[in-house]
């Protein structure tokens, strides 16, 4: 893992967290902590390890299609202390590529065909997320409210730029077969198009990861409605603010904090405040959520040293 990475990410997550505690202080958001209901946490930490469970669903589907057929339990298992790792190492990439090399280890399965088969999984989810956002802004409009958020003014000169260069590089890495010059990354690259055109042939187990995919959007979403549930005294209007959940979750996977700390609460401090929500019921509620993500990550490092295989479960057709 790169140090420097981390050290900007920690750098980043305590400049996020000071603006927070400098707008909100701290004793009050203590305050709101010490009288968290039990029971609406307790729901939150239940659903989380069903998103992670699911997840390993979604990526034994995934496996299948790619002809490993592998012990259900210990693709769960590997999910779960791939949560641990995603957790810890500021995000689902850096995640996966953990999590796909100690489980090849282990099942002795080439390490290009986990990596392929975790991506094209984490594809396939991701156009479930994109199905679950447009049924969501779908939900909310047809509540006859309007999405409470400003976009940022952007020069379109920069996205012109922006946009071209992205161009340019993607040609030149076509033009010149960059890829193909280190012979692991184009194995790599092999193996993932051959993926692709496998999980293509087969339509209804590539709609199941992606429905799948859509399912546990929605209970990873729902976990911040569950804190801030636990900690608000007062009436809010949830159906209005669905579509802020999963806005919040989808910006505390960015690759920038670690952990989503800092980001995580500074979005719910805004977003949360456009509905009403007290300043200091919003970050404790997402204090409380990032408790639920650690915890659910321990026990995926306990996952990582108990219930190895004894032998080698993997059959390939």
């Known amino acids: 893992?790169?140090?420097?990475?981390?050290?900007?990410?920690?750098?980043?997550?305590?400049?996020?967290?000071?603006?927070?505690?400098?707008?909100?202080?701290?004793?009050?958001?203590?305050?709101?902590?010490?009288?968290?209901?039990?029971?609406?946490?307790?729901?939150?930490?239940?659903?989380?390890?069903m998103t992670i469970t699911l997840t390993g669903v979604r990526w034994d589907q995934v496996l299948r299609g790619q002809n490993w057929h592998l012990s259900f339990w210990q693709v769960i298992r590997a999910t779960w202390y791939g949560h641990c790792f995603n957790t810890a190492l500021l995000g689902p990439a850096a995640g996966d590529i953990f999590k796909s090399t100690l489980f090849a280890?282990?099942?002795?399965?080439?390490?290009?065909?986990?990596?392929?088969?975790?991506?094209?999984?984490?594809?396939?989810?991701?156009?479930?997320?994109?199905?679950?956002?447009?049924?969501?802004?779908?939900?909310?409009?047809?509540?006859?409210?309007?999405?409470?958020?400003?976009?940022?003014?952007v020069n379109p000169w920069f996205l012109t730029a922006g946009a071209l260069g992205a161009a340019a590089v993607c040609f030149l890495i076509w033009k010149f077969r960059l890829l193909d010059k280190i012979a692991f990354v184009k194995k790599l690259k092999d193996t993932f198009t051959a993926a692709?055109?496998?999980?293509?042939?087969?339509?209804?187990?590539?709609?199941?990861?992606?429905?799948?995919?859509?399912?546990?959007?929605?209970?990873?979403?729902?976990?911040?409605?569950?804190?801030?549930?636990?900690?608000?005294?007062?009436?809010?209007?949830?159906?209005?603010?669905?579509?802020?959940?999963?806005?919040?979750?989808?910006?505390?996977?960015?690759?920038?904090?670690?952990?989503?700390?800092?980001?995580?609460?500074?979005?719910?401090?805004?977003?949360?405040g456009n509905y009403g929500v007290v300043q200091a019921d919003a970050v404790a509620a997402s204090l409380l959520c990032l408790g639920v993500y650690w915890l659910n990550a321990a026990i995926g490092a306990i996952l990582l040293f108990v219930g190895k295989p004894s032998q080698k479960t993997n059959v390939k057709n």
């Open 105 to 153: 280890k282990e099942q002795d399965i080439p390490l290009v065909d986990l990596l392929s088969a975790s991506w094209l999984d984490r594809l396939l989810a991701g156009v479930g997320s994109i199905l679950f956002a447009i049924l969501v802004i779908i939900f909310t409009l047809m509540t006859g409210e309007r999405l409470e958020i400003e976009l940022p003014s």
């Open 196 to 272: 692709i055109v496998r999980m293509y042939k087969a339509p209804g187990r590539a709609l199941t990861v992606i429905l799948l995919g859509c399912v546990g959007q929605i209970l990873l979403s729902s976990i911040l409605a569950w804190t801030l549930a636990s900690v608000t005294q007062t009436d809010l209007p949830w159906v209005q603010m669905l579509w802020v959940f999963p806005v919040i979750a989808m910006l505390a996977t960015l690759p920038i904090s670690v952990g989503g700390v800092g980001v995580r609460e500074g979005a719910s401090l805004v977003l949360l």
């Open 1 to 49: 893992m790169d140090k420097k990475r981390i050290a900007i990410s920690l750098v980043f997550s305590i400049i996020f967290l000071s603006a927070v505690f400098y707008k909100v202080p701290v004793r009050e958001v203590l305050h709101v902590l010490k009288n968290a209901s039990p029971f609406w946490m307790g729901i939150a930490v239940i659903v989380m390890a």
